[in-house]
């Protein structure tokens, strides 16, 4: 069974950095993209940043203070997030579809979620 588990996230001031990581375990053949999404209470889940093989993407919203990233060799995600802005708070969840056998379907599968939380 696959499982994708996030740590990082807490609490920060204004201005201030975290760092986010997710890790895929499980029967793995292929993952093509990792990605970043955030929620707020009341809204919809938004895609903000994502990684697939030489490119990566971002929302205008965070580009150039979020940077994602991928250790392959690990099924790892990461996400270092600089520049905190107090509307960056949100439930950060990682997402990833899954290949679990050779030339078998994609599946898509989300982390636990975990709290960012901007405030001074």
């Known amino acids: 069974q696959v499982q994708l588990v996030e740590s990082g996230g807490g609490s920060v001031e204004p201005g201030g950095s975290l760092r986010l990581s997710c890790t895929a375990s499980?029967?793995?053949?292929?993952?093509?993209?990792m990605a970043w999404y955030r929620q707020t209470p009341g809204k919809q889940r938004e895609l903000f940043a994502s990684?697939?093989?030489?490119?990566?993407n971002y929302a205008d919203s965070v580009k150039g203070r979020f940077t994602i990233s991928r250790d392959n060799a690990k099924n790892t995600v990461y996400l270092q997030m600089n520049n905190l802005k107090p509307e960056d708070t949100a439930v950060y969840y990682c997402?990833?579809?899954?290949?679990?056998?050779?030339?078998?379907?994609?599946?898509?599968?989300w982390g636990q979620g975990t709290q960012v939380t901007v405030s001074s």
């Open positions: 499980g029967s793995i053949v292929a993952i093509p993209v």
């Open positions: 990684a697939r093989s030489g490119s990566t």
């Open positions: 997402y990833a579809p899954i290949q679990t056998r050779i030339l078998g379907p994609v599946t898509s599968y």
